[in-house]
C-alpha cells in the first residue's frame, strides 16, 4: 500500500522567505502527484498537478519537482507571503486512489 | 475549470440520525467521484469510490452500510451517514475526476453528531 510522508510537520517562517516542502512516497508505479492547499476548516484548493512523466511543474511563485524513482516530490515557494499560511498536502495518485500525506503546516509571518 | 460544489458545508444532527451529503459537478461530468474523511489533524483518508450508474466501491474497514453512497447521475453523487454518532463526525470531502486536470475537491461539510 502506498505511505506517503510530508516533511516537516509544520514550519515558520519570516515573510519573503523561499522554502521548500517535502513530500516522500513508498510506491513509485504512480500516475500522478498533486499538491493542495487547505485553509483551515476548508477543503482542498489544487496547487499544481505533475504526471508521472513529468519532472516540474510551475504556477507563479509555487514549483513542484517529481522524482519517481526515488520516491520524491518537493514545492517551492518562492518569496513567501503572510498569504500563503496553510496546510499544505501532497498527494499520490495509484490507480485512480489518492493517497495523502498528512501535510506541512506552514505560517508566514509578516 | 472544473467545479465541485459541495453540500451542506456545515451540519449538526442528533445521535440516530441520518445525514445526506451532496457532491455536485458543476460545470463537468463526472462519472467517477471520491469520498473521503478527514479525522483531527490527519491527513484525508479515502473511504469510496463512487461510479455513476454502478455501486461504490468501499475501502477496506469503511461501513458500507454506514455510509451509504449513491451516484445516480453524471453530476451528483450523494453521501448519506446513517444512524450518526458522535464517532461520525468529521471533515467529509469529496471529489471528481476531471480527465487531464486531475482531481477537483469540493469544499467539504463538517459533521458534528451531537
Known amino acids: 500500500k502506498q505511505e506517503v510522508t510530508q516533511i516537516p510537520a509544520a514550519l515558520s517562517v519570516p515573510e519573503g522567505e523561499n522554502l521548500v516542502l517535502n513530500c516522500s512516497f513508498t510506491?513509485?508505479?504512480?500516475?500522478?502527484l498533486q499538491w493542495f492547499r487547505q485553509d483551515p476548516g476548508k477543503g482542498l484548493t489544487s496547487l499544481l498537478l505533475i504526471q508521472s512523466s513529468q519532472r516540474e511543474q510551475t504556477s507563479g511563485r509555487l514549483n513542484a519537482s517529481l522524482d519517481k524513482s526515488s520516491g520524491r516530490s518537493t514545492l517551492y515557494i518562492a518569496a513567501s507571503q503572510p498569504g500563503d499560511s496553510a496546510t499544505y498536502l501532497c498527494a499520490a495518485n495509484n490507480f485512480n486512489k489518492f493517497y495523502f500525506g498528512s501535510g506541512t503546516k506552514l505560517n508566514v509571518k509578516p | 475549470g472544473a467545479v465541485v460544489s459541495q453540500h451542506p458545508s456545515r451540519v449538526i444532527c442528533k445521535s440516530g440520525t441520518s445525514v445526506k451529503i451532496e457532491c455536485r459537478s458543476l460545470d463537468f461530468q463526472a462519472t467517477t467521484m471520491f469520498w473521503y474523511r478527514q479525522f483531527p489533524k490527519k491527513s484525508l483518508m479515502l473511504m469510496a469510490t463512487?461510479?455513476?450508474?454502478?455501486?461504490?466501491?468501499?475501502e477496506q474497514g469503511v461501513e458500507k452500510d454506514k455510509f451509504l453512497i449513491n451516484h445516480a447521475s453524471l453530476t451528483l453523487s450523494t453521501l448519506t451517514v446513517t444512524s450518526a454518532h458522535p464517532e461520525d463526525s468529521s471533515f467529509y470531502i469529496c471529489s471528481a475526476l476531471t480527465g487531464n486536470h486531475g482531481y477537483t475537491f469540493g469544499s467539504g461539510t463538517r459533521l458534528t453528531v451531537v
Open positions: 463512487s461510479n455513476e450508474g454502478s455501486k461504490a466501491t468501499y
Open positions: 510506491d513509485s508505479a504512480i500516475y500522478n
